[in-house]
Nanobody, 115 residues
Framework: QVQFVESGGGLVQPGGSLRLSCAAS????????MGWFRQAPGKQRELVAA???????NYADSVKGRFTISRDNAKKTVALQMNSLEPEDTAAYYC?????????WGQGTPVTVSS
């Protein structure tokens, strides 16, 4: 059974930081490219960052230089360090394989950037 459990979201002021974590249950984790996605109210879900099994990463233009994705294959976890947060980063954040397994979206973790 594939499962992704996200945590670490919350309310933060503009310019602040948060670190999101994702625990994955898939046995294919070591060979799977993983991604962090987000969905803001009234908008489609979008890819924020992805990291390959070998550690190569890619980012959406809107978060380059502010967000960092990392993974721990031994613990089957993926993290997203988010710095210099902006109100536009407000969304529910999800982790999943990239490309996503649509049947296995988790509950997500909410991030609100507001003063």
């Amino acid at each position: 059974q594939v499962q992704f459990v996200e945590s670490g979201g919350g309310l933060v002021q503009p310019g602040g930081s948060l670190r999101l974590s994702c625990a994955a249950s898939t046995s294919y984790f070591r060979v799977t490219t993983m991604g962090w996605f987000r969905q803001a109210p009234g908008k489609q879900r979008e890819l924020v960052a992805a990291i390959s099994s070998g550690g190569s990463s890619n980012y959406a233009d809107s978060v380059k230089g502010r967000f960092t994705i990392s993974r721990d294959n031994a613990k089957k976890t993926v993290a997203l360090q988010m710095n210099s947060l902006e109100p536009e980063d407000t969304a529910a954040y999800y982790c999943n394989r990239y490309p996503a397994w649509n049947a296995y979206w988790g509950q997500g973790t909410p991030v609100t950037v507001s003063s």
